[in-house]
Nanobody, 125 residues
Framework: QVQVAESGGGLVQTGGSLRLSCTAS????????MGWFRQAPGKEREGVSC????????VYADSVKGRFTISRDNAKNTLYLQMNSLKPEDTAMYYC??????????????????WGQGTQVTVSS
């Protein structure tokens, strides 16, 4: 049974940092392209970042470039998202996405094989 679970969300002030984690089981983690998406209230879910199977390739949405860092530990079946210099507009539910398919670098919901339940990130002004 596949399980994808996020943790690490919370309430932080503008300029603060958070690190999200995503653990996955029941799937070949080291063979899966992984990513993070987010959905703010009243908005569509959007891609934040993705990482290649080895971890050597990464892609970021323009809105988070230079502030967020995606990484993975294949030995621990864990994906991370380090979020620095957080802004109120980063407030959203953050979702771990496992098994992104298709053209490299495209952050599309339809390309995701498995989703986590999400973890809430709230940035206060």
């Amino acid at each position: 049974q596949v399980q994808v679970a996020e943790s690490g969300g919370g309430l932080v002030q503008t300029g603060g940092s958070l690190r999200l984690s995503c653990t996955a089981s029941g799937l070949p983690f080291a063979s899966y392209r992984m990513g993070w998406f987010r959905q703010a209230p009243g908005k569509e879910r959007e891609g934040v970042s993705c990482i290649s199977e080895s971890g050597r390739g990464t892609v970021y949405a323009d809105s988070v470039k230079g502030r967020f860092t995606i990484s993975r530990d294949n030995a621990k079946n864990t994906l991370y998202l380090q979020m620095n210099s957080l802004k109120p507009e980063d407030t959203a539910m953050y979702y771990c996405a496992a098994g992104l398919k298709g053209q490299w670098g495209l952050l599309r919901e339809a390309a995701v094989t498995y989703w986590g339940q999400g973890t809430q990130v709230t940035v206060s002004s």
